[in-house]
């Protein structure tokens, strides 16, 4: 069993099209997480949610914006794509929001945007 | 500033041989988690071992310890007897309080290569 999943696993759309990832845990953690590696493997925390609640909101642009409908679930929609959005998209999740909790990533998704 | 420094872009390694991958950490907060990842070129993210700011035992799991010298504010990974599987992208990762919460700051990767 996956304990951190994520569909689509590639995506390939154009410019200026609205596109969503989506991520699913069955670890029963509480936080989410969605994290962008760009092309030099650079990982930079995106968002974060606690028992859907969003704690953790970085300086990202407000095309992107994350839902999380339950504590197993946080979805990440794009609207608007431009080319520098072209990255892999982690989600990841961890048993709570503290300072010693382990995170456990997803497979990621390759979005390449055209 | 809360950071991570991994300053040995690429590392070359004998099978069979042990490595250390280097990682210092900067931060002023007491409380703080210190973790290892491994990046495969299939591109997933695998958890390697932790490390708490007040844990007195360096951490190991198999093959992986930690190196944590807190005063010199560094947390070396080391993999012994190195296997060609183990070629891959090393990412030392920091948890700390931020703004708004605790978040993890990753370093920017060595990419390891294990020669047969």
């Known amino acids: 069993d996956t304990a951190v999943s994520q569909t689509p696993k590639y995506l390939v759309t154009q410019m200026g099209n609205d596109k969503s990832i989506k991520c699913e845990q069955n670890?029963?953690?509480?936080?989410m997480y969605w994290y962008k590696q760009d092309s030099k493997k650079f990982l930079k925390i995106m968002f974060s949610y606690n028992n859907k609640e969003l704690i953790i909101n970085e300086t990202v642009p407000n095309r992107f914006s994350p839902k999380s409908p339950d504590k197993a679930h946080l979805n990440l929609h794009i609207n608007s794509l431009e080319l520098g959005d072209s990255a892999v998209y982690f989600c990841?999740?961890?048993?709570?929001?503290?300072?010693?909790?382990?995170?456990?990533f997803g497979p990621g998704t390759r979005l390449t945007v055209l | 500033a809360q950071k991570i420094t991994q300053t040995q872009p690429g590392m070359f390694v004998q099978e069979k041989e042990a490595v250390t991958l280097d990682c210092t950490y900067d931060t002023s907060d007491p409380s703080y988690s210190l973790f290892w990842y491994k990046q495969p070129s299939s591109g997933e993210m695998i958890f390697l071992i932790y490390?708490?700011?007040?844990?007195?035992q360096n951490a190991t799991e198999g093959r992986y310890s930690l190196n944590f010298q807190k005063a010199r504010k560094s947390a070396n990974l080391v993999i012994s007897a190195s296997q060609l599987g183990d070629s891959a992208m090393y990412f030392c990762a920091m948890r700390v309080l931020n703004t708004g919460g605790f978040k993890t700051i990753f370093g920017a990767g060595t990419r390891l290569f294990v020669k047969a």
């Open positions: 490390q708490g700011s007040y844990d007195q």
């Open positions: 990841a999740s961890s048993l709570t929001s503290g300072w010693a909790d382990t995170q456990y």
């Open positions: 670890l029963g953690h509480d936080t």
